[in-house]
């Protein structure tokens, strides 16, 4: 059974139309992208597992239970955290509370914390060094660091990662993609909505291309990297 499936999912904005009959799983230990042009229906899906939207047909199955009517919150607590696009971090708020928010799941096991804290700190060490400053006068890219590390305080087994690259130097995104390849090999499933199609095909198992709120091509990331059509709508190759 895969960690986690969407089955014929249609969801809404109103009257319009987001996700029309997505169906895709992800299976645990991998990591799925979703690839795709502003407006398919990325975003929507990542809010959709998460509870921030809900789905008006189909189902989302995680760990053989359904998530369709269970509150946001709940949901994390079951083990799903999700980094937002735009990362959404708490700006009045310093770097260690931002990281004590992310935490709140865990109540008062405080060696579970403290340890979820040290692997934040291993995985960002600029976070670390910037602990008590506010959150709100970081860089871009230590504010990409820290939204990750903030779902990551959580201790999910599935990490919604939506857009971790935008906005940041090239240099500042190698990191983050070679970071979100660590988070992986320590045990946390990752389903990913990049932009930067090239680097989400090379560092995912599996793919899912969306086109105006529907899947269109799907498979292993290396055989849709190679694939004619993903490299000339995403790669920009002609």
Do not use: W
Request: hydrophobic share 40%; glycine share 10%.
């Amino acid at each position: 059974m895969a960690l986690l499936s969407l089955t014929n999912l249609h969801t809404y904005y109103g009257r319009v139309h987001t996700l029309k009959g997505i169906t895709m799983s992800v299976e645990e230990g991998d990591i799925v992208t979703l690839i795709g042009a502003n407006g398919a229906g990325k975003s929507t899906t990542l809010r959709t597992i998460s509870g921030l939207v809900r789905p008006r047909e189909g189902t989302i199955t995680f760990q053989g239970q359904r998530l369709g009517n269970i509150p946001a919150h709940l949901i994390v607590e079951m083990g799903v955290s999700h980094a937002p696009e735009g990362r959404k971090i708490f700006s009045t708020l310093t770097v260690q509370e931002n990281l004590n928010m992310g935490a709140y799941r865990l109540g008062s096991n405080r060696a579970r914390i403290s340890a979820n804290l040290e692997r934040v700190f291993e995985l960002f060490p600029r976070i670390k060094e910037r602990r008590r400053q506010i959150a709100g006068t970081l860089s871009g890219g230590e504010q990409q660091m820290l939204c990750i590390g903030r779902a990551l305080m959580g201790n999910p087994k599935l990490l919604l990662l939506d857009e971790p690259s935008l906005g940041l130097a090239p240099m500042l995104v190698k990191t983050i993609f070679d970071t979100i390849q660590q988070i992986n090999d320590q045990g946390v499933t990752i389903l990913l909505v990049e932009q930067n199609a090239r680097a989400a095909l090379r560092l995912a198992d599996k793919a899912y291309v969306l086109e105006t709120g529907s899947i269109v091509l799907a498979g292993p990331a290396q055989e849709l990297l190679q694939d004619e059509r993903v490299r000339k709508a995403y790669l920009g190759e002609t």
